[in-house]
């Protein structure tokens, strides 16, 4: 990237269970591969199936709680907290009774071709 880019109009994309994620950098939004922001709001009880991605995520809860279920166990992650997992591990997310607010940052770049979902193998 050799200039300063503002990011106007994120890419909006609706997905099942009434999630919305608006991307800010990515390859819907930018064409970045290298990297994907998006700011995710699920409703309460939202989940998705498990997967075991090929990129890093960083997930930033700004308000309700982010469930994170992997292979060690299951971590509730608050407003104010982050976690991050790592590419190759299997992981599923939900989100607590009262719903999600969250920044999610990816390296590589989310794509629907590198997170494996399970109902989707």
Known sequence: MSEVVVTTQP???D???GK???EHVGRVATGDEGMSVAHMR????WEEPAQTPDFDEVTLVVAGT??????GGRVEVHAGQSVRTPAGRRVRYSVGPEGAE???ICTPAFGPDSVHREDEA
């Open 11 to 13: 890419a909006v994309i």
């Open 15 to 17: 997905v099942p269970g």
């Open 20 to 22: 919305v994620i608006a």
């Open 42 to 45: 699920a409703p309460a009880g």
């Open 66 to 71: 982010v469930v994170v279920e992997h292979d």
């Open 102 to 104: 969250y920044v999610a």
